[in-house]
Nanobody, 127 residues
Framework: QVQVVESGGGFVQAGASLRLSCTVSGLTFDDYAMGWFRQAPGKQREGVASISWNSDTIYYGDSVKGRFTISRDNAKNTVYLQMTNLKPEDTATYYC????????????????????RGQGTLVTVSS
């Protein structure tokens, strides 16, 4: 059974930084691409970033390019999201999810099929 624990969220002022972590168990972590998506109240899910199993291929959503960095540590079964220059529009609950590849991850997100297995971590950015 796959278990996911996201952490690192919080309440910050605009311009601050946060690092989110997502630790996964119950699967062979380095067999999968990982990614982060977010969901704000009343809004659709938005893809934030994805990373291939070997960190070779990384994609970012347009709204976070240049501000967020995704990385992973396969020895720790953990994927990270370093967020800088946070804006109020980044306020959302952030979730991580896995897929067989980065392209698959974004396709599943767009189709609404990407499954969040953790509780997410809430990021609130005040102006």
């Amino acid at each position: 059974q796959v278990q996911v624990v996201e952490s690192g969220g919080g309440f910050v002022q605009a311009g601050a930084s946060l690092r989110l972590s997502c630790t996964v168990s119950g699967l062979t972590f380095d067999d999968y691409a990982m990614g982060w998506f977010r969901q704000a109240p009343g809004k659709q899910r938005e893809g934030v970033a994805s990373i291939s199993w070997n960190s070779d291929t990384i994609y970012y959503g347009d709204s976070v390019k240049g501000r967020f960095t995704i990385s992973r540590d396969n020895a720790k079964n953990t994927v990270y999201l370093q967020m800088t220059n946070l804006k109020p529009e980044d306020t959302a609950t952030y979730y991580c999810a896995h897929a067989t590849s980065g392209n698959d991850w974004w396709a599943l997100l767009r189709s609404g099929s990407l499954r969040a297995r953790g509780q997410g971590t809430l990021v609130t950015v005040s102006s």
